[in-house]
């Protein structure tokens, strides 16, 4: 008994020890989680119980030259349900009329949404999606439907919203206006203005202490955010809505007509050098056509005829020939070290001045001139190249801009062929905006200006930046020349290869240019060629400059000349500028037009929060703000055209009948 006794004593002391060795572990392990770890639990907590959340800087606006919008941030939203959420007596109690109001407002049977409903409860479906894309006028409308507006605990309803940037004008200048995207985690990338300009447009985020309470929601911990955001800033282009709108279409139906692989059409203002308009289309295997590759700043090629202002500027300046020189055409082909140059009308010209060989774009006339005067010295010839700014990029704001190449005398490169191909505008390669620039030199009487495509950056009505012209050649050669250029410029079109756009009711000056592409490669089978003009309107006092590129046109009935397939287009915009817009491409103060336009909305935006339910007067407005306005008002909106709104299918002051059909003629 007494041995038992004892056994028993010893079980109460193990035990009693055991109990000791576990709460000194429990002591020591309290220690350290509170002296030696403490930081970093307290830490860990707070982690978990409060959060930094980003508040997103709203992105900026980009406007064209008359305040019209190009692009701009709207919200964008997804409904889901959660099946799960709702009671089962509330979920049969308000099923049928939720199918019903979905029927009405997205177009499918009531029925269809009812068996979706209840088969996405069967399966205990908590993410069924219902739609997306979104406007939020039609979520405010989802919201408000029965089940849905109990909200998300007790009607499952599940609001994803996400910001997407939106071109109100459609697909024109979409290229030129960019995009900026997320590639990686932290990478990202873009083109155009969007990119170019993304500091300024993108402003920075804020940030705001939350706490977590129950049922995963977080509360703001305090009134005041950590870090407002700082909201982007608007950037004001240099593009011209009405003028845009007449190139892309005038480009799109040549490209169209000549089943032509791409092209691009730029037309700027000489004096400045903004530019009002720009187009890049290429070809989809459909054979529709839709903004790609910036074709103007990026395709770096070989120009052909159009180089052959050049020669004349040279030649001139040197006084090594003058326009009157004459030359034989040796009845339209001549040699250098084997290779014929030829002209593309059989049998030549004949004896002919320079001034006419440049008009008929002769290619025996240009080459020999050039050759005579610099097959001795072809550096004093390649310095005049080198002097125009051709033999290196324009440094626009956009990446990607094309590499031009001059071939260098100095070069391993330079051949005994060289001197004669540049002077026809092959063995070099320059982009459409390098041409441009160079002919509008001359259209601004010498004066070479650097193409631009933004004017302003702006906070509401503060100017934060001003883009100012930039003179990248004061004097790019004598006055004499450029009047004898000009003269010769305006002949190509009044009796020269741009004869077919002559018209007598308004002055154009230019060049045309036919070039061979590709034809090196793979024996000549990829050969095509690219059409061109480029030159100034009015003739005498250029406002404008512009060309046009057309690449891989249709050479079915041998049309694929400069004159036939850029030359219309050419003339197309030159036309439409002088008949339908003669007095409003001078923006004289784009401050007045923005607030005129701004204040426009606001007073007709008071009226709708004051409950006014007559239709409104939006003629003059900028369409996206007359869509705006009208959806707030519970009317369906549809346009024809871009720009700012001509008339209004329904007519002002009448009563609003909700979900009314509303059309807008927009020019």
């Given at each position: 008994?007494?041995?038992?006794?004892?056994?028993?004593?010893?079980?109460?002391?193990?035990?009693?020890?055991?109990?000791?060795?576990?709460?000194?572990?429990?002591?020591?392990?309290?220690?350290?989680?509170?002296?030696?770890?403490?930081?970093?639990?307290?830490?860990?907590?707070?982690?978990?119980?409060?959060?930094?959340?980003?508040?997103?800087?709203?992105?900026?606006?980009?406007?064209?030259?008359d305040g019209s919008l190009l692009a701009t941030s709207i919200p964008n939203y997804a409904i889901r349900f959660d099946a799960v959420a709702p009671k089962a007596e509330t979920f049969e109690k308000n099923v049928?009329?939720?199918?019903?109001?979905?029927?009405?407002?997205?177009?499918?049977?009531?029925?269809?949404?009812?068996?979706?409903?209840?088969?996405?409860?069967?399966?205990?479906?908590?993410?069924?999606?219902?739609?997306?894309?979104?406007?939020?006028?039609?979520?405010?409308?989802?919201?408000?439907?029965?089940?849905?507006?109990?909200?998300?605990?007790?009607?499952?309803?599940?609001?994803?919203?996400?910001?997407?940037?939106?071109?109100?004008?459609?697909?024109?200048?979409?290229?030129?206006?960019?995009?900026?995207?997320?590639?990686?985690?932290?990478?990202?990338?873009?083109?155009?203005?969007?990119?170019?300009?993304?500091?300024?447009?993108?402003?920075?985020?804020?940030?705001?202490?939350?706490q977590k309470i129950a049922k995963g929601q977080w509360k703001p911990i305090r009134d005041l955010n950590e870090v407002d955001p700082q909201d982007g800033y608007d950037v004001i282009s240099t593009i011209d809505?009405?003028?845009?709108?007449?190139?892309?279409?005038?480009?799109?139906?040549?490209?169209?007509?000549?089943?032509?692989?791409?092209?691009?059409?730029?037309?700027?203002?000489?004096?400045?050098?903004?530019?009002?308009?720009?187009?890049?289309?290429?070809?989809?295997?459909?054979?529709?056509?839709?903004e790609t590759t910036n074709y103007a700043v990026a395709e770096s090629h070989e120009p052909g005829s159009t180089f052959k202002l050049v020669d004349m500027m040279a030649l001139l300046e040197d006084k090594v020939?003058?326009?009157?020189?004459?030359?034989?055409?040796?009845?339209?082909?001549?040699?250098?070290?084997?290779?014929?140059?030829?002209?593309?009308?059989?049998?030549?010209?004949?004896?002919?001045?320079?001034?006419?060989?440049?008009?008929?774009?002769?290619?025996?006339?240009?080459?020999?001139?050039?050759?005579?005067?610099?097959?001795?010295?072809?550096?004093?010839?390649?310095?005049?190249?080198?002097?125009?700014?051709?033999?290196?990029?324009?440094?626009?704001?956009?990446?990607?801009?094309?590499?031009?190449?001059?071939?260098?005398?100095?070069?391993?490169?330079?051949?005994?062929?060289?001197?004669?191909?540049?002077?026809?505008?092959?063995?070099?390669?320059?982009?459409?905006?390098?041409?441009?620039?160079?002919?509008?030199?001359?259209?601004?009487?010498?004066?070479?200006?650097?193409?631009?495509?933004?004017?302003?950056?702006?906070?509401?009505?503060?100017?934060?930046?001003?883009?100012?012209?930039?003179?990248?050649?004061?004097?790019?050669?004598?006055?004499?020349?450029?009047?004898?250029?000009?003269?010769?410029?305006?002949?190509?079109?009044?009796?020269?290869?741009?004869?077919?756009?002559?018209?007598?009711?308004?002055?154009?000056?230019?060049?045309?240019?036919?070039?061979?592409?590709?034809?090196?490669?793979?024996?000549?089978?990829?050969?095509?060629?690219?059409?061109?003009?480029?030159?100034?309107?009015?003739?005498?006092?250029?406002?404008?400059?512009?060309?046009?590129?057309?690449?891989?046109?249709?050479?079915?009935?041998?049309?694929?000349?400069?004159?036939?397939?850029?030359?219309?287009?050419?003339?197309?915009?030159?036309?439409?500028?002088?008949?339908?817009?003669?007095?409003?491409?001078?923006?004289?103060?784009?401050?007045?037009?923005?607030?005129?336009?701004?204040?426009?909305?606001?007073?007709?935006?008071?009226?709708?929060?004051?409950?006014?339910?007559?239709?409104?007067?939006?003629?003059?407005?900028?369409?996206?703000?007359?869509?705006?306005?009208?959806?707030?008002?519970?009317?369906?909106?549809?346009?024809?055209?871009?720009?700012?709104?001509?008339?209004?299918?329904?007519?002002?002051?009448?009563?609003?009948?909700?979900?009314?059909?509303?059309?807008?003629?927009?020019?």
């Amino acid at each position: 008994m007494a041995i038992e006794d004892k056994n028993i004593s010893y079980r109460m002391y193990l035990v009693a020890f055991v109990i000791f060795l576990m709460a000194l572990g429990i002591a020591v392990k309290l220690t350290n989680i509170q002296w030696v770890e403490g930081d970093y639990y307290r830490q860990l907590a707070k982690e978990r119980t409060v959060r930094n959340f980003v508040i997103p800087a709203n992105k900026g606006n980009i406007y064209s030259s008359d305040g019209s919008l190009l692009a701009t941030s709207i919200p964008n939203y997804a409904i889901r349900f959660d099946a799960v959420a709702p009671k089962a007596e509330t979920f049969e109690k308000n099923v049928g009329s939720l199918a019903d109001s979905l029927a009405l407002m997205l177009g499918k049977p009531s029925s269809y949404y009812q068996n979706e409903l209840r088969r996405a409860r069967a399966n205990n479906n908590r993410y069924y999606l219902i739609s997306r894309d979104l406007s939020y006028t039609d979520y405010i409308k989802i919201k408000g439907f029965p089940l849905f507006k109990l909200g998300a605990y007790k009607g499952g309803i599940i609001v994803e919203q996400k910001t997407v940037r939106e071109h109100p004008i459609g697909k024109i200048a979409e290229r030129t206006i960019g995009y900026e995207r997320q590639t990686g985690e932290t990478s990202f990338e873009g083109k155009g203005i969007e990119w170019a300009y993304r500091d300024y447009l993108n402003g920075k985020d804020g940030n705001i202490l939350k706490q977590k309470i129950a049922k995963g929601q977080w509360k703001p911990i305090r009134d005041l955010n950590e870090v407002d955001p700082q909201d982007g800033y608007d950037v004001i282009s240099t593009i011209d809505v009405y003028i845009q709108d007449i190139a892309h279409h005038a480009l799109l139906k040549q490209l169209q007509e000549f089943e032509a692989d791409h092209g691009c059409v730029v037309v700027m203002e000489t004096e400045t050098g903004a530019v009002r308009a720009i187009a890049n289309l290429g070809r989809a295997a459909d054979g529709s056509y839709y903004e790609t590759t910036n074709y103007a700043v990026a395709e770096s090629h070989e120009p052909g005829s159009t180089f052959k202002l050049v020669d004349m500027m040279a030649l001139l300046e040197d006084k090594v020939a003058d326009t009157s020189t004459v030359y034989d055409s040796n009845g339209g082909e001549v040699r250098y070290s084997g290779k014929a140059v030829r002209d593309s009308h059989r049998g030549g010209y004949g004896k002919i001045s320079l001034a006419r060989g440049f008009e008929l774009s002769s290619n025996t006339v240009m080459v020999q001139a050039v050759y005579n005067a610099y097959n001795e010295n072809p550096s004093r010839f390649v310095n005049h190249v080198n002097s125009y700014g051709l033999n290196k990029k324009l440094n626009m704001d956009f990446k990607g801009e094309g590499r031009p190449y001059i071939p260098q005398p100095s070069n391993k490169r330079w051949s005994n062929i060289s001197l004669p191909w540049m002077a026809f505008g092959y063995g070099v390669s320059v982009t459409p905006m390098q041409t441009l620039a160079f002919y509008n030199a001359v259209a601004n009487n010498g004066v070479m200006v650097k193409p631009y495509f933004v004017s302003e950056i702006k906070e509401w009505n503060k100017t934060i930046k001003k883009v100012e012209t930039e003179v990248l050649n004061p004097k790019i050669c004598s006055q004499e020349t450029i009047l004898k250029l000009k003269a010769v410029l305006k002949n190509v079109v009044k009796k020269g290869t741009g004869s077919k756009l002559y018209s007598k009711d308004f002055s154009m000056a230019g060049k045309t240019g036919t070039a061979q592409v590709n034809y090196g490669k793979n024996g000549g089978a990829g050969k095509y060629y690219a059409s061109s003009f480029v030159g100034f309107f009015p003739a005498e006092h250029a406002k404008y400059s512009c060309i046009v590129v057309v690449h891989k046109p249709s050479t079915v009935n041998n049309n694929y000349y400069g004159a036939d397939v850029a030359g219309p287009v050419f003339k197309r915009i030159a036309q439409k500028i002088f008949t339908d817009v003669p007095s409003t491409n001078e923006i004289k103060n784009i401050n007045k037009k923005i607030e005129k336009q701004e204040k426009s909305y606001n007073d007709y935006f008071t009226s709708v929060q004051n409950k006014d339910e007559k239709v409104p007067n939006v003629k003059g407005m900028p369409g996206m703000d007359a869509i705006a306005l009208l959806e707030n008002l519970g009317l369906r909106v549809s346009t024809r055209g871009i720009g700012k709104v001509k008339s209004q299918s329904l007519e002002v002051g009448q009563n609003i009948i909700k979900n009314t059909a509303i059309t807008l003629e927009l020019l």
